[in-house]
């Protein structure tokens, strides 16, 4: 077991060391954007690329699932089967749909912003989710394929290159927004010119229309489920604008932002999760090592949210090209963030208790479990944010995330229970909260240095407390620790069971 649970920490190491730059890099593009562009534009970019996700969605008509569900280790012609009937049904979707909405362009352009040159900013707009989802199942085969070094190197590159784009069109040549979307498109494209060889060689041309039935039957009923996902991580922002204005968006969008470190977190587990799981799932002991992993991702959560919790006060007074790292004008809304962050561990709680519905194949939870935080999502948006303005959406972000895991949960546990450390994850959460409220109640008018101070000792009381209330023994303690150090890969099995 051991080793195994080392395994995931090794492949969690590397998507997260190059997912955790990327993400930095990109979240460096906040403090430029507000810097550099007004209020208003922030927003109507936070704004756009929330429209985009939904989107992207729509264009991979969950292809992109039913590809890891019959992508095979042990027959090759079967995975370039799927791999080719996932992409071309991608393509011809997205290809479609970009079209109508060229055409349509000028006439749904005013609904969206109002700058200046919206239609051209639409237009770019429209050409990016079609793009985006051309990488999707390139992206797919090397994650299943555990090509985890060139998949996160590739997807590194990408950031990098939209970053500096970013600088290049939006600080130095003045672009405004529109220089936003030419970057990311222009990423885009090099993306796509990168990963012609991985589509080249897994083309197959052998039309298996059974494949192709079972495909659509899996990966059709999961499309509400991810739409429902992404109506939990962006849909308060258009009701947000809706409600009030682009400039409330573009508070709450950066300070949203300022919880990256958890979200980052989330991410590299979930990419290394759903391969760790589906390889496993058939051990003897498969149940027992799926709950102490959710044990360990609860305290690792933890430590993420004080230390963020406690110090992002001291990095947004950074001094950054411009002004200050996240202009002050933005200050005012920082307190979302311990709410946006309590919002993505209940996010990972979900990504844990999917394991046992993606096992026993019974996908159709899916949407009812995350469909319900996704009404729960809406209803507190529009409730709250009229009486809290963007600290509602932030709740609303909260309580959704907090209905899907309980959702899917009460599913998961019933088709395949696992018995979780709940007295230890509860021990965990509560001790987090107190040492959070203590800490950082207690230091709000000292000055930085004794405020610092303090709070780093709230920090490092916190395993201690877990130490001596016995949550974790010494043991314990010292496989966490090695769970955060790069590991030797077991060695792939050629006839590993294929999901």
Not at 61 to 82: E, K
Not at 350 to 370: D, E, H, M, R
Not at 371 to 396: C, D, E, H, K
């Amino acid at each position: 077991m051991k080793s195994r649970i080392l395994s995931l920490a090794s492949d969690t190491l590397v998507y997260g060391i190059f997912i955790l730059v990327g993400r930095f890099l990109t979240f460096l593009l906040t403090p430029f954007y507000t810097n550099f562009l007004s209020v208003e534009e922030v927003g109507d970019v936070g704004n756009f690329f929330s429209l985009i996700a939904f989107m992207n969605v729509i264009y991979s008509i969950g292809m992109d699932t039913a590809y890891f569900r019959f992508y095979s280790h042990s027959d090759q012609t079967q995975s370039r089967t799927a791999f080719t009937f996932a992409y071309l049904s991608i393509l011809v979707v997205s290809l479609f749909a970009t079209i109508v909405l060229l055409v349509l362009s000028q006439q749904i352009a005013p609904t969206l912003t109002q700058l200046g040159e919206r239609n051209t900013i639409v237009q770019l707009a429209i050409l990016i989710p079609l793009t985006d989802t051309l990488m999707v199942v390139p992206y797919a085969y090397l994650r299943m394929t555990r090509q985890v070094w060139k998949f996160s190197v590739v997807r590194f590159l990408l950031i990098l290159i939209a970053v500096g784009l970013n600088i290049l069109f939006v600080v130095v040549l003045r672009y405004g927004i529109i220089g936003v979307f030419i970057a990311q498109l222009i990423a885009n494209c090099i993306g796509l010119v990168v990963l012609v060889p991985i589509i080249y060689r897994q083309f197959g041309w052998q039309f298996d229309s059974q494949l192709f039935r079972n495909m659509l039957k899996f990966g059709l009923p999961t499309i509400p489920a991810t739409f429902s996902g992404i109506v939990l991580q962006v849909v308060d922002r258009p009701i947000l604008k809706y409600l009030t204005n682009s400039n409330e968006v573009g508070i709450y969008m950066v300070n949203y932002r300022l919880a990256i470190p958890m979200m980052l977190f989330v991410a590299m587990f979930d990419y290394a999760w759903r391969p760790f799981y589906l390889s496993h799932y058939e051990s003897s002991d498969a149940k027992r090592l799926f709950s102490r992993i959710l044990t360990y991702f609860v305290f690792a959560s933890a430590v993420v949210f004080l230390f963020v919790g406690f110090f992002m006060d001291f990095i947004v007074r950074l001094p950054f090209f411009g002004g200050k790292f996240i202009e002050p004008t933005y200050w005012q809304g920082m307190d979302i963030i311990p709410i946006v962050m309590l919002g993505y561990i209940f996010n990972g709680f979900y990504i844990n208790f999917t394991a046992g519905i993606n096992i026993q194949k019974v996908t159709k939870y899916l949407p009812v479990s995350i469909g319900i935080g996704a009404i729960v999502n809406v209803l507190f948006n529009f409730i709250s944010i009229p009486i809290l303005g963007y600290r509602g959406a932030a709740w609303a972000t909260f309580f959704a995330y907090l209905a899907s895991a309980g959702i899917v949960y009460y599913y998961s546990h019933r088709v395949y229970p696992i018995e979780f450390q709940w007295k230890k994850i509860f021990s965990i959460g509560l001790s987090m909260l107190v040492i959070y409220f203590v800490f950082y109640g207690s230091t709000n008018e000292l000055g930085l240095l004794p405020k610092f101070l303090i709070r780093l000792c709230g920090l490092v009381i916190f395993p201690i407390i877990l130490f001596v209330t016995k949550v974790f023994d010494i043991k314990e303690i010292s496989q966490i620790k090695r769970l955060f150090r790069f590991t030797k890969k077991e060695p792939r099995k050629d006839n590993a069971q294929s999901f």
